[in-house]
């Protein structure tokens, strides 16, 4: 069983940054991926990152990268989302989630969190 608990979320200016966490309670943390999506308002939920179990595999969605930086402390079973020139269109509900892989698609994913707001004001 995988706990997800997402934070950092807020109201904040374009091109300012903010920092989003995922706290995971799991007896093994080192053994799962995580991934983050992201909802905006009537749209469907999209891939935003993922994260391989050592770290050491990331990928991005196009319309992040280089702007966004996924990371993870094995020790505090945290993941991080890094979030620099921010958009208007960057507002979402952002998700975290737990597989066994990385990945891009939303059903490798067992375990989400409830979701922190994003929104970027222009």
């Known amino acids: 069983q995988v706990q997800l608990v997402e934070s950092g979320g807020g109201l904040v200016q374009a091109g300012t940054s903010l920092r989003l966490f995922c706290a995971a309670s799991?007896?093994?943390?080192?053994?799962?991926?995580i991934g983050w999506f992201r909802q905006a308002p009537g749209k469907e939920r999209e891939f935003v990152a993922t994260?391989?179990?050592?770290?050491?595999?990331?990928y991005y969605a196009d319309s992040v990268k280089v702007r966004f930086t996924i990371s993870r402390d094995n020790a505090k079973n945290t993941v991080y989302l890094q979030m620099n020139s921010l958009k208007p269109e960057d507002t979402a509900v952002y998700y975290c989630?737990?597989?066994?892989?990385?990945?891009?698609?939303?059903?490798?994913?067992?375990?989400w969190g409830q979701g922190t707001q994003v929104t970027v004001s222009s």
């Open positions: 799991v007896r093994s943390f080192s053994a799962v991926a």
């Open positions: 994260i391989s179990q050592s770290g050491g595999y990331t």
């Open positions: 989630a737990a597989a066994s892989v990385p990945s891009t698609a939303r059903n490798t994913y067992n375990y």
